[in-house]
């Protein structure tokens, strides 16, 4: 370790004339939050009376070998915290009356090897389809976003619209509609923190407490509990191998007598069976909100990792629906989960309604990121990032099916419809449940979901695996398991 050390003594004046702290070159945390950090320790430490005077910040700065900017920025912090006071023409000293709260001294620190250990004992998790964040873009997006904070501070990074910044939505209104049909001006999107934001905003300021949302089932569990939030019944609707049973809708909404208000869909790629729904549903969901004047919730969280042919259309693309369409879409599946960015598109008589409700919520949303993200946008970054993934996910995607057919032991008990694209593969299970086979997985290292988190009640004997946050490698070691977990089995069967 590298660093600066000096001591600590008060001459006959009150100044400190040697300091006696350490300031470690190749720590993670600043030189100057570490040189905050000592002097308020020294203070409460009683070593720094009140009014002791500190030495100027040239001498400071050679006492500590650092440069001077480190010492002007560390006292000016502790000036602003109220440790010091800065004296015209005398200099700085400790502050005859400390703060009450300490904050400069607070220390937010982990440790890197019980970090490491923790993740060793964790093994490894099968998601339920996320991308992979190890090829974001962001370096693209650091460098974005800080010149976006640098644009919109002379502007005096005050409060934003409360639907999005309107850049991002302008961008982004261009973007859909060229990428997925759509026809949208930017008046008509709202910006969110993804898409789980995006169905809460639109249960809170779209239903009342005793309307039904009609949900997929099994479907997207985290969906059926935004609609409960604003106190909405969920009634479940089958779905097979063509989607959703539009028939089976169609009855509860004439039981219902009108206390139907919406249907919740993911028609490209059901969540969580990957299934699309066919043409004459598609048609026969449009005919039925028609008729019972239903909104249409479209959830179309992964439209871009489409591989073989051409994506189906959104319904929201429908001219004469548009006005009962509420289109739901995320970019975290382009970047990264942990970039919350989702949207709504709406009739402008629903984003009335849905601005409103978020302003209450959280005034507005994270506007440096939106503002970064229209830059990359606008730049193609994000085009060429999905481009460059979908051609890496659909390798996944075909190693996967090639492991799961190359393996006898995987290929007799795991049944899989290849899907067309989408994130993950909807793997049902032969003479075993999906809650045995992830208890077994669990022993071994491997976290699965079971089936039962997708539906209401009850069990289903499949998992959704997620296989695009992991490598031809990774997907391999996971088989490896699967067939451990199978292994296990067949020698039960055989005592």
């Known amino acids: 370790m590298t660093g600066s050390r000096t001591n600590i003594s008060t001459g006959p004046a009150g100044r400190p004339w040697r300091f006696d702290l350490a300031l470690?070159?190749?720590?993670?945390?600043?030189?100057?939050?570490?040189?905050?950090?000592?002097?308020?320790q020294e203070i409460q430490r009683g070593r720094l009376l009140p009014g002791a005077t500190l030495p100027g910040s040239?001498?400071?700065?050679?006492?500590?070998?650092?440069?001077?900017?480190?010492?002007?920025?560390?006292?000016?912090?502790?000036?602003?915290?109220?440790w010091l006071e800065a004296l015209p023409a005398r200099g700085t000293r400790v502050a005859l009356n400390l703060p009450t709260l300490a904050v400069a001294d607070a220390e937010g620190h982990r440790s890197i090897e019980a970090a490491r250990a923790r993740r060793r004992a964790g093994g490894i998790a099968v998601n339920d389809g996320i991308p992979d964040a190890r090829i974001a873009p962001v370096d693209a997006l650091a460098r974005a976003e800080r010149?976006?904070?640098?644009?919109?501070?002379?502007?005096?990074?005050?409060?934003?619209?409360?639907?999005?910044d309107p850049v991002l939505r302008e961008v982004l209104a261009g973007f859909i509609n060229h990428a997925r049909g759509l026809s949208c001006s930017p008046e008509e999107v709202v910006l969110t923190r993804g898409s789980q934001g995006a169905l809460s905003l639109f249960a809170l300021a779209m239903l009342e407490p005793g309307e039904v949302v009609a949900v997929e089932h099994p479907g997207y569990a985290p969906a059926w509990r935004a609609f409960q939030l604003a106190r909405a019944d969920v009634v479940?609707?089958?779905?097979d191998a063509d989607g959703l049973r539009t028939e089976e809708l169609e009855a509860h909404a004439r039981r219902l007598?009108?206390?139907?208000?919406?249907?919740?869909?993911?028609?490209?790629?059901?969540?969580p069976t990957t299934v699309a729904l066919s043409a004459e549903r598609r048609m026969h969901l449009?005919?039925?909100c028609e008729t019972f004047g239903l909104y249409i919730v479209e959830d179309d969280y992964d439209y871009e990792y489409h591989f073989e042919g051409a994506p189906l259309l959104p319904l929201s693309a429908t001219k004469d629906l548009s006005s009962r369409c509420i289109y739901i879409a995320s970019l975290s599946k382009l970047i990264a989960p942990a970039v919350r960015l989702g949207y709504i598109i709406a009739d402008r008589s629903v984003v009335a309604r849905l601005r409103a409700v978020r302003e209450l919520l959280d005034r507005q949303g994270d506007v440096v990121l939106e503002r970064a993200v229209a830059e990359l946008i606008e730049d193609g970054e994000v085009q060429r990032h999905a481009r460059r993934a979908r051609q890496l996910y659909r390798q996944r995607r075909?190693?996967?099916?090639?492991?799961?057919?190359?393996?006898?032991?995987?290929?007799?008990?795991?049944?899989?419809?290849?899907?067309?694209?989408?994130?993950?593969?909807?793997?049902?299970?032969?003479?075993?449940?999906?809650?045995?086979l992830v208890g077994r997985a669990h022993a071994r290292g491997l976290a699965l979901t079971p089936g039962s988190a997708h539906v209401a009640a009850g069990s289903?004997?499949?998992?959704?695996?997620?296989?695009?946050?992991?490598?031809?490698?990774?997907?391999?070691?996971?088989?490896?398991?699967?067939?451990?977990?199978?292994?296990?089995?067949?020698?039960?069967?055989?005592?």
Not at 257 to 271: I, M, N
């Open 147 to 164: 010149r976006a904070l640098r644009a919109l501070a002379r502007t005096g990074l005050g409060y934003g619209d409360a639907a999005g």
């Open 257 to 271: 007598k009108g206390r139907l208000r919406a249907v919740y869909v993911t028609p490209h790629h059901q969540y």
């Open 398 to 436: 075909d190693h996967l099916l090639e492991q799961l057919a190359s393996r006898p032991r995987l290929r007799a008990a795991i049944a899989c419809d290849p899907p067309d694209g989408g994130l993950a593969l909807w793997m049902r299970l032969r003479g075993l449940s999906s809650e045995e």
């Open 236 to 239: 479940h609707v089958p779905v």
């Open 58 to 82: 040239r001498t400071l700065a050679a006492q500590l070998r650092v440069n001077r900017k480190v010492v002007v920025a560390a006292v000016g912090e502790l000036v602003a915290q109220g």
């Open 286 to 288: 449009r005919r039925i």
């Open 24 to 40: 470690d070159d190749g720590a993670s945390v600043p030189r100057q939050t570490q040189l905050s950090r000592a002097i308020v």
């Open 460 to 495: 289903v004997p499949a998992f959704r695996f997620g296989f695009a946050a992991h490598t031809s490698e990774e997907l391999s070691r996971i088989c490896d398991t699967l067939e451990a977990c199978l292994e296990a089995d067949t020698g039960a069967k055989g005592r």
